[in-house]
């Protein structure tokens, strides 16, 4: 059974409030940047970062993250401003994770795989003042910055694994700045633990992204919640297979160094490279999206070698098949299943394992796993309600609703947008948008996002269940569905469907498949095949597909 | 090197300060309370408590601890008031952890060693509305409540693992009250996180016991301090050798349970309940002081269990010699040196392993890990001071300071003694009264008590080194010196020294037997032969001895 839980203060009459309050000797600000100088001083020739041919101890890596910080400030950034990132998995983008807080700025890695508009449109929103760009970017952002009226100044990052061309945009270099910058300079700390530490745009699958903002208290304690979640020991090996722009590799740029552990670099997310890491660096963890799975699964005897650590993955997104489990498994790689979103620092649940369900058969088992399970201990509330009156759904297994989140996972908020900050926390709780189920042992399983369910003679259906069907059929590799508006139902079902190379499954077969598998009033009517479009960060573009389902039900 | 820090705000005209303020729905305060809640609705069949046959799962043990809560309002306890604890370390003390501060009220964990008057003083000092009780301690219990002029609501507790016999104080048992209390009350959570969590009262070596008041968000950080100092996994196993009233039991009875791992009571703590936990609910974590590392390497055969885990020990107080660390590890335990005090939620600092010790000698390996250490990841700050300028000493492994510690670690101040509290954080440090040297390293060694040290011809002998010399000793099982007021010197040593049983060694043969250890102006002038007079927790009363010494110079 979940507690509630209601609050209480003690009187001004209580012993307890009196004569007891902070002071510089019993209260520090929460922030994650002092995690470096801890490991730094404890460790300092333990290995911090290796990228190619670079291995960096400790001692040297925090001696850059404060160089970092002075050259930043020596160019006149100001507490409260914004430091943008536009880098790869890369030691600057770690760097900047200490360097850009601790001269008391904001940290804002970009998604590089946005066009020059999405750009534009971040670098004029987060306002920012300098902009720390990798070469191999620089056609992108040379166009981007055309864009955007206010100044910024542009710092090349010329990393010698780059194969180049090596395009600068700005007068100075990344390496430049460090070397004429003091070793010695005093790092800020935060004066109130709930300053900002970090802006991270969504990827804005409708209209323009908004900049969702971190803060040295959440940095803090999510940092600390990816060591409870994976149970992790001192100095784990992590290597670097998903993005830092991504809700700040979530967190991990701290938590690593909260454990003293090395960041194997990865400029390239390819089966080799993770495989020689594997191999030659001794990784034990790593994240990454299901495609990184499949890289790893499918990859070719060549790029395959062989590792003796037991090694531990979280993947977020969509949950892996039985199948691909199995395979993770016997590769030596133990998945664990999370689910969040950039507004709550990335991951804020987890599958939870039970002993028991190793006794379950394979197919049972990855139900089980392919849940979005349970609260993260630094989440201190999850629930999946009815969003018009905030009253939690029944455990059953089966009553949608929206899934709710509250504490410390949550952002400050979206950057100049109180409207949309509001929006997201009415009611006291963070509105997720996804919609789930609860399961009885209080397990949430998402069912679809809010704005994806479609709505079929009043009966609600899942676009998650039905793709889940598309995707059992042989041929199908790719498979997305929206409304079709429909005089009689309201709405029916829609698929874009992409077929493997070769494959020549028709209309009617792939409806037929369908009929065998989810009930009928869910089966598509119409079936389009072809490619999917897609965001940068790989999110199928819905909006478009109900255009497109627009035009046909008007045909 | 140490990184210095200074502190930033960022100023009202930062976009990222404005309209991104704390809500119901991203800050919830920190509490360890809320951990409880979390594992038993993850894992409610899970083992939480083993005691004797009693074996408690976790959501019976939520729910025990919310009766509890329920039944202390019903007796009328009000948010910020005390509720005093007398008992071993059985179920009841772990509920308490939880039940009191649900209802809003501070936990009293009371020191079962303390005479009559002790305990009537911190049942009046600490102004506790309700004792729970265990039946073993009703006579000084008895003894103690007839001095104390302020009502006390007695409960007591009849544990069934105690033999008896159960004299009764009260009008009612624990178990009685739990049975009659509503198991779905709703537990109250701090509405401030700085609210007090628990009072502990110092051992009192000199003058009344002063208490110390613990908050919520220093319990949270703290027990998952533990965690990160250990790398400890899920499902921990966690014999409580160590009393739960020293320190909150260090924070386990919350870090046990975010880990979602076993609690194993134990009354007593003997050679022989040791080695059957570790054999038979496989034991992976303890805690205590050497004694209890001597009780177990001097165990009889027949005491004796073999156990196949890795088993990971914390020992707080005096550095274990290198014989010691070596049997300890035959025996399959892996000690962690660690040290702290009341006023800092015990052990701060922790002498952090280092890989490149394991190819030094014994002996040598052993004076690193005698070493106190660096700081614990939740300790914000540490440095050993000249108290007088607040300056660090240079890090030389000679230059004698005071250790100072500033952070979350550090209590919310003592209870009702505002100067006390002051003098404590004179400086914005808390003021641990522990002299030390820094080594090159940065690893801090506890060279004596600023009080202890002896300062002879103007040159400060360390107690604690002579006391080493003295213990080398073969005929010598317990030591300890003091200051022989010297017309000459100022000062010069007096040791008190206690020989194993039939030994006979005469003063001259002890002194000689320090004039080859130690240097000749720190070699006692005088020794003094007979067992040591001791505080409730075991620590010498040097004021005694320092009575008897001047007793001595004036002869």
């Known amino acids: 059974m979940t507690m509630d839980f209601r609050e209480v203060a003690h009187p001004p009459e209580s012993p307890y409030a009196q004569n007891l309050d902070r002071n ?5 600000p929460l922030t994650p940047l002092t995690f470096l100088e801890r490991t730094a001083a404890v460790y300092p020739d333990r290995l911090a970062v290796v990228h190619g041919a670079t291995r960096l101890s400790y001692a040297a890596f925090a001696e850059r993250c404060r160089r970092l910080a002075a050259a930043l400030v020596g ?14 998995n890369i030691p600057a983008m770690l760097e900047a994770h200490y360097g850009v807080p601790m001269a008391g700025a904001v940290l804002n890695a970009l998604n590089y795989r946005l066009d020059a508009a999405s750009i534009a449109f971040i670098l004029e929103h987060g306002e920012a003042d300098i902009l720390l760009s990798d070469t191999e970017f620089a056609p992108v952002i040379r166009e981007a910055l055309a ?7 542009v710092v090349d990052i010329v990393d010698p694994e780059h194969p180049g061309p090596h395009t600068l945009l700005g007068e100075t270099t990344y390496e430049a700045i460090l070397e004429g910058a003091d070793p010695a300079f005093v790092p800020f700390l935060p004066e109130d633990e709930w300053q900002a530490i970090a802006l991270n745009y969504t990827s804005g699958t409708t209209g323009n992204p908004k900049g969702v903002v971190y803060h040295h208290r959440g940095a803090h304690l999510n940092a600390v919640g990816n060591v409870l979640v994976w149970g992790m020991g ?10 830092m722009f991504h809700c700040n590799g979530w967190c991990f740029p701290w938590t690593i160094v909260l454990q003293a552990g090395t960041h194997v670099c990865l400029r390239k997310v390819e089966a080799a490279s993770i495989f020689h890491a ?3 660096e001794g990784v034990t963890h790593l994240c990454g999206a299901p495609v990184v799975m499949g890289m790893l699964l499918n990859a070719r005897p060549e790029e395959r070698r062989d590792f003796p650590q037991h090694v531990k993955m979280m993947t ?3 949950a892996p098949p039985a199948a691909v489990l199995q395979k993770m498994e016997a590769l030596g790689i133990e998945v664990t299943h999370v689910y969040g979103l950039t507004e709550v620092y990335g991951p804020a649940t987890v599958c939870a394992f039970h002993e028991a369900w190793r006794s379950l058969s394979a197919t049972e088992r990855a139900a089980k796993l392919a849940r979005q399970g349970v609260r993260y201990p630094v989440l201190e509330g999850l629930d999946v309600m009815d969003p018009s009156t905030m009253t939690p759904v029944p455990a059953d297994g089966a009553t949608i609703g929206e899934i709710m989140m509250r504490g410390h996972d949550v952002m400050k908020g979206y950057l100049k947008n109180p409207s949309a900050t509001a929006q997201a926390f009415a009611g006291g709780w963070f509105h997720t948008g996804d919609l789930a ?6 397990y949430v399983e998402i069912k679809d996002r809010s704005k994806d369910i479609i709505i079929s003679g009043g009966e609600n259906i899942s676009s998650i269940e039905v793709e889940g069907a598309l995707y059992r059929h042989a041929d199908v590799i790719d498979a997305a569905v929206v409304a079709l508006p429909d005089e009689k139902w309201g709405e029916t079902v829609c698929a874009f469907v992409t077929l493997r190379e070769g494959a020549v499954a028709s209309e009617s077969s792939i409806i037929a498949h369908c009929r065998n598998e989810i009930a009928g009033f869910k089966v598509p009517r119409r ?9 940068s960060t790989g999110k199928v573009q819905k909006f478009q597909l109900r255009e497109t389902a627009a035009k046909l039900a008007n045909d």
Do not use: C
């Open 527 to 535: 079936i389009v095949f072809g490619p999917l479009p897609k965001t």
């Open 147 to 153: 864009q955007v009226t206010r100044p910024i100044r």
């Open 316 to 318: 977020a997104a969509s």
């Open 278 to 280: 594997l191999a030659l």
């Open 24 to 28: 510089a000797a019993n209260f520090a």
């Open 234 to 243: 001192h100095h784990p090996v992590y290597l670097w297979t998903l993005p």
């Open 437 to 442: 189920v609860k399961h009885e042992d209080g």
């Open 75 to 88: 160019l006149g950034i100001a507490p409260g401003r914004t430091v943008a990132v536009m880098a790869p």
